[in-house]
Every structure is written in C-alpha cells, then in structure tokens.
C-alpha cells in the first residue's frame, strides 16, 4: 500500500470514529459536544474527497470504492431493530413546541427533545438569510437570536434542522454541510409543515 493509500485509509477510519462519537453525543443529548466535532468532522470529509480526487487524477489509484469508511465496505446488515429503525426520529407537536421523539441505542429507550415555536422560525429566518451559493455550516449560523433578541441554544437549532431535514426541505451535501429547497423554504410553506405534524401524545 502506497503513502496515499495509506492516508485515505487513515482518514477514513478517523471520520467513521468521529461519527460515532457524534451519534452517540446526540443521543446523551451533549449538543455541544456535536456542535464542536461537526465541523471537523466536515473538515476531514473534504479532505478525504479532495484526497481522492487527486489520486484518481495522478493515477495513483485505480477506484477510490476500496477507500470509502468501513461503513460503507463491510456487507450490510440485518438491523436488529428493523421496526424502530424505520420509526425514529419521529416528529409531533405539543403546543407550540416540536417534539423529536428518538430511539437511544444505548439505553435502549425512548427519548425527546424539545424546542419552542420560536426557536424553529429562527433558524428557518436565519437559513433563509443564508443565501450562500454551496448552501451552508451550522457553525456559521450559531448562535441563533429569536425575535426578541435572546440567544437560542444549540440544541434547539439542531432540533430544528434535523425536522426540515426529515422533510427534506434542508439536505446534506456530503461535505458537513446543507443545501436549501428555497421553493420549500418559506414561512408559509413551513407554516403548512408545522400545521400538519401530529399532536404529541395522540395514538398513532
């Protein structure tokens, strides 16, 4: 194996590292923690793709499809929990607060979390105010302000990225960042959205 083998194998098993530890912050709720290791974790994906490229480009290797993270190499698998697989995240709305109900592998429950009405028009103010051509980083919208002036915790921008995501009016872009469905991105559109999410606690 040459050197830039050897480095992209590296890399890539360093961003499958990171991931994992991302999951599983998320799931202890340490948004923080996600909030500081997400750009890095952005970062080294940038790299490894340019990495590649210049490879393929020199020559130097035949396929990058041996070289992407071992997630991707190893044969896939029977998820042991198909059903809650394909059940989590769920989204539902108690009041004026979007709920996302998730599943924790490690504790092998439910759990939630919340963030007002407020907080998810400042994020979907503070995307649309965006307005960059290759979409745009979490780390260069926090921290968000509501209306009033007060700062919105990270989590609930997380929260609220991660619902527009389920509806795939925001969609990553493979680098650590997102891309826009500004036809969909509107406050009526959204509007329409939150009008429709199920009510917390109602049977399913």
């Given at each position: 194996m040459d050197a830039v083998r050897q480095a992209l194998k590296i890399l890539c098993e360093s961003e499958d590292a990171l991931s994992a530890l991302m999951r599983e912050a998320l799931e202890e709720?340490?948004?923080?923690?996600?909030?500081?290791?997400?750009?890095?974790?952005?970062?080294?994906?940038?790299?490894?793709?340019?990495?590649?490229?210049?490879s393929s480009e020199n020559g130097r290797v035949e396929s990058t499809g041996d070289l992407t993270p071992a997630r991707r190499r190893?044969?896939?698998?029977?998820?042991?929990?198909?059903?809650?697989?394909h059940e989590y995240p769920r989204f539902e709305r108690d009041g004026e607060r979007l709920v996302k109900i998730g599943w924790s592998r490690k504790k092998k429950e439910e759990y939630e979390h919340r963030a007002p009405k407020e907080a998810v028009s400042a994020f979907v103010a503070a995307v649309g105010q965006a307005d960059l051509p290759g979409g745009f980083r979490m780390d260069t919208l926090l921290p968000l302000k509501d209306a009033t002036g007060e700062e919105v915790p990270s989590y609930q921008a997380y929260l609220a990225l991660a619902w527009l995501?389920?509806?795939?009016?925001?969609?990553?872009?493979?680098?650590?960042?997102?891309r826009i469905d500004k036809t969909r991105l509107t406050p009526e559109s959204v509007e329409g959205e939150w009008k429709g999410l199920r009510r917390h606690g109602q049977q399913r």
């Amino acid at each position: 194996m040459d050197a830039v083998r050897q480095a992209l194998k590296i890399l890539c098993e360093s961003e499958d590292a990171l991931s994992a530890l991302m999951r599983e912050a998320l799931e202890e709720q340490k948004y923080r923690d996600v909030a500081l290791v997400a750009p890095i974790t952005g970062s080294l994906r940038e790299l490894i793709s340019s990495l590649q490229v210049e490879s393929s480009e020199n020559g130097r290797v035949e396929s990058t499809g041996d070289l992407t993270p071992a997630r991707r190499r190893s044969a896939p698998r029977k998820p042991k929990r198909s059903v809650r697989r394909h059940e989590y995240p769920r989204f539902e709305r108690d009041g004026e607060r979007l709920v996302k109900i998730g599943w924790s592998r490690k504790k092998k429950e439910e759990y939630e979390h919340r963030a007002p009405k407020e907080a998810v028009s400042a994020f979907v103010a503070a995307v649309g105010q965006a307005d960059l051509p290759g979409g745009f980083r979490m780390d260069t919208l926090l921290p968000l302000k509501d209306a009033t002036g007060e700062e919105v915790p990270s989590y609930q921008a997380y929260l609220a990225l991660a619902w527009l995501r389920s509806l795939d009016i925001i969609t990553g872009d493979g680098k650590g960042g997102y891309r826009i469905d500004k036809t969909r991105l509107t406050p009526e559109s959204v509007e329409g959205e939150w009008k429709g999410l199920r009510r917390h606690g109602q049977q399913r």
